[in-house]
């Protein structure tokens, strides 16, 4: 990133920057909401929750027509999921019961920069989102990103962190109201520091963040998360070689890569024991809990025109099929919501 794109999209000081890192990540979508709107993102009474914080990404980013609001720079692909046997004995769901399954793809740079270079410190941490397309029309889709953990438990957290960003500008008093929160919130820079910067989008591990539960034919339940592992392995970057990186090397390097040989990546399930919360993303599970084989996720080919595709796809994370549900946890619907007033406001 060049000293003028660092300066004119991340005004503020260092450690402001990195907040901003860790606080735009998944759970805003596309938006456009007027900066005299932004202005008053925190007046509880003014609008919902969903609204403030697409309102304050706003802020932070500015207005881009037809961008999402986070995670506004992409490539879409297409390909499909081959369920593995294990997956139908966890799931009544058509997408793991049968043979393999088409899906479209979306992988991302953080922010709402639709220009941001791909090797930036802030276009960490990158997103998977896969939407699945069984013949019984019982879509599902899947949104994930490459931290770890997410930052903040809940909705209002989020809205919060991004609302501190935004008031804690250039002279602004120290403690700034970000570092007040982050202070406040200790797993919010836990979280930050398990974003990394990959050789490639097909070279990273890609996690689910909130919980979910797997329903088998007997009404058996299992909760879990997701966790998608690239079958060559996770090829990270240094700092240095990440800057050194051509602004769009993420983005080209999978079509080119697609049209001479498949990307392909595991579909895991890292299931749930008594104990662990489902409700909080901010805690993940120990790594001793037993990982299960979903199936085998191959990307074949990149759509001919990636920008206008992505426009009109949604990835909402309580599209679901029977035999998969929704956990406790209160992020999944604060992502909801925000997706579905943004989806509107960008399709307009």
């Known amino acids: 990133m060049t000293q003028a794109f660092a300066n004119q999209a991340f005004p503020n000081r260092a450690p402001i920057r990195r907040a901003l890192v860790g606080a735009v990540l998944t759970l805003a979508a596309p938006a456009a909401v007027s900066v005299a709107f932004a202005q008053n993102a925190a007046a509880p009474d003014a609008a919902s929750t969903a609204e403030q914080t697409i309102a304050a990404m706003t802020k932070i ?184 990186k051509a602004p769009n090397y993420l983005v080209e390097e999978m079509p080119a890569h697609l049209a001479k040989a498949p990307v392909a990546f595991r579909v895991e399930a890292q299931i749930a024991q008594p104990g662990d919360s489902t409700k909080d993303s901010t805690i993940p599970w120990p790594e001793d809990r037993r990982f299960v084989d979903l199936g085998t996720l191959t990307l074949t080919k990149a759509v001919p025109d990636s920008q206008t595709v992505e426009k009109t796809l949604l990835f909402m994370p309580n599209n679901l099929p029977d035999g998969v549900e929704v956990s406790d946890d209160p992020l999944i619907d604060a992502r909801v919501q925000a997706y579905a007033i943004s989806f509107g406001r960008r399709s307009q």
């Not at 500008?169 to 700034?176: F, I, N, R, S, W």
């Open 61 to 244: 980013f500015g207005d881009h027509p037809g961008k999402r609001s986070n995670h506004a720079k992409g490539v879409v692909v297409e390909g499909s999921f081959t369920p593995s046997k294990d997956a139908a004995s966890l799931s009544k769901a058509g997408v793991f019961a049968g043979p393999a399954v088409p899906v479209t793809v979306r992988f991302s740079d953080a922010t709402g920069l639709p220009q941001i270079p791909d090797g930036a410190p802030e276009a960490n941490p990158h997103g998977l989102s896969i939407k699945f397309k069984p013949a019984d029309g019982s879509e599902m889709d899947v949104v994930t990103n490459s931290l770890k953990f997410f930052p903040v438990a809940t909705g209002e957290e989020f809205r919060d962190l991004l609302v501190a960003i935004t008031r804690s500008g250039p002279g602004t008093a120290k403690p700034t109201p970000v570092e007040q929160f982050m202070a406040a919130h200790p797993t919010a820079p836990k979280a930050l520091a398990t974003a990394r910067t990959p050789s490639s989008f097909g070279r990273q591990v890609y996690n689910g963040v909130n919980a979910f539960v797997l329903v088998d034919a007997a009404g058996k339940r299992n909760a879990f998360r997701y966790r998608i592992v690239p079958v060559a392995g996770e090829e990270l970057l240094s700092a240095d070689d990440a800057k050194a």
